[in-house]
């Protein structure tokens, strides 16, 4: 089932909406058993690299990867969908349930769009918010896409593999914000709105449930909150987009995940989508962000 006829108007009114219980504990479970196995793989390395020297094995996916991080920097590198191209991520970018939401709002033609992320919020132990380069400042997400992709609905999907609340860190929100269109954003630390433009609503806090899913307009100003909790955050932002339309990074791939006219065009094949990845990424494009 995808939204309801209420959800598709209230997302279309406020720029946002959380969509409650859409992907079963069944569903997210290989997806981060494929990141656990990732882990493991790193920590072995740097253990035979002598860059660190406990393994601890036997913490769970909330916690494992802190310890690690405590004793080398490089657990983390890299930790993203387009370096990591499991297959269960792959095959999670086609869940039938997620993508039955996606049509509510995108239609029956539908294209997984490139900019997508797999996060590992750590806890910020400091002073204040925890910074832009661990956590991502009030922005708008057309602001990380090329100017060709302005009349493209590229829709956000936003979902936590744990639960995400105001102590693990969860996305602030401005709601009906989306109605302005673009603002004129800054680089340094962090793509953010210009401080001068940035619009007084006041946010609201976007608690979301692990298998909930927050799902914002390109235009809708948002940022994550601190984690001040012992555990990570992991979540995943995934966009997508009507198939032919500008995905905002044409040098990054775009696959066909739905297709009512053509159901052969749907890519399912995994090695594919890896060897996509991989030839882009080797062309090291510069990003053409709007600012
Ligand atoms: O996950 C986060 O903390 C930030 C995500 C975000 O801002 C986005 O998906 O655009």
Redesign the pocket.
């Given at each position: 089932m995808g939204l309801t006829h209420e959800q598709i108007v209230d997302f279309q009114t406020n720029g946002y909406l959380i969509a409650e219980d859409v992907l079963t504990d069944a569903e997210l479970q290989p997806v981060i058993d494929e990141i656990n196995q990732i882990i493991d793989e790193r920590a072995r390395r740097l253990k035979s690299e002598g860059k660190i020297t406990e393994l601890y094995e036997n913490e769970p996916f909330e916690r494992r990867i802190i310890l690690l991080s405590e004793q080398s920097k490089e657990i983390t590198k890299n930790l993203d969908i387009m370096f990591t191209l499991g297959e269960a991520m792959f095959d999670f970018l086609r869940n039938d349930r997620l993508l039955n939401v996606v049509e509510s709002l995108l239609g029956r033609e539908i294209s997984c769009n490139p900019i997508q992320?797999m996060?590992a919020?750590l806890p910020w132990r400091g002073v204040g918010e925890q910074p832009a380069d661990e956590?991502?400042p009030w922005?708008q997400?057309a602001a990380?896409t090329s100017e060709d992709s302005e009349a493209s609905e590229i829709i956000?999907f936003?979902m936590p593999l744990v639960d995400a609340t105001a102590e693990t860190?969860?996305?602030e929100i401005m709601p009906q914000v989306f109605k302005q269109g673009y603002l004129k954003h800054i680089g340094g630390e962090g793509t953010t709105i210009s401080p001068e433009l940035l619009p007084s609503a006041k946010p609201i806090t976007a608690e979301c449930r692990k298998g909930s899913i927050v799902i914002?307009n390109k235009y809708t100003p948002?940022?994550?909150?601190s984690n001040l909790s012992n555990i990570v955050?992991w979540?995943l932002?995934l966009r997508y987009h009507k198939t032919g339309a500008a995905s905002g990074r044409s040098y990054h791939p775009s696959f066909v995940v739905r297709s009512a006219s053509n159901p052969d065009s749907v890519l399912t094949d995994h090695n594919q989508w890896r060897t996509m990845w991989k030839e882009a990424i080797e062309k090291k494009q510069n990003y053409a962000h709007r600012v």
């Amino acid at each position: 089932m995808g939204l309801t006829h209420e959800q598709i108007v209230d997302f279309q009114t406020n720029g946002y909406l959380i969509a409650e219980d859409v992907l079963t504990d069944a569903e997210l479970q290989p997806v981060i058993d494929e990141i656990n196995q990732i882990i493991d793989e790193r920590a072995r390395r740097l253990k035979s690299e002598g860059k660190i020297t406990e393994l601890y094995e036997n913490e769970p996916f909330e916690r494992r990867i802190i310890l690690l991080s405590e004793q080398s920097k490089e657990i983390t590198k890299n930790l993203d969908i387009m370096f990591t191209l499991g297959e269960a991520m792959f095959d999670f970018l086609r869940n039938d349930r997620l993508l039955n939401v996606v049509e509510s709002l995108l239609g029956r033609e539908i294209s997984c769009n490139p900019i997508q992320h797999m996060r590992a919020k750590l806890p910020w132990r400091g002073v204040g918010e925890q910074p832009a380069d661990e956590n991502v400042p009030w922005h708008q997400d057309a602001a990380v896409t090329s100017e060709d992709s302005e009349a493209s609905e590229i829709i956000t999907f936003w979902m936590p593999l744990v639960d995400a609340t105001a102590e693990t860190g969860c996305m602030e929100i401005m709601p009906q914000v989306f109605k302005q269109g673009y603002l004129k954003h800054i680089g340094g630390e962090g793509t953010t709105i210009s401080p001068e433009l940035l619009p007084s609503a006041k946010p609201i806090t976007a608690e979301c449930r692990k298998g909930s899913i927050v799902i914002m307009n390109k235009y809708t100003p948002h940022r994550g909150t601190s984690n001040l909790s012992n555990i990570v955050r992991w979540s995943l932002d995934l966009r997508y987009h009507k198939t032919g339309a500008a995905s905002g990074r044409s040098y990054h791939p775009s696959f066909v995940v739905r297709s009512a006219s053509n159901p052969d065009s749907v890519l399912t094949d995994h090695n594919q989508w890896r060897t996509m990845w991989k030839e882009a990424i080797e062309k090291k494009q510069n990003y053409a962000h709007r600012v």
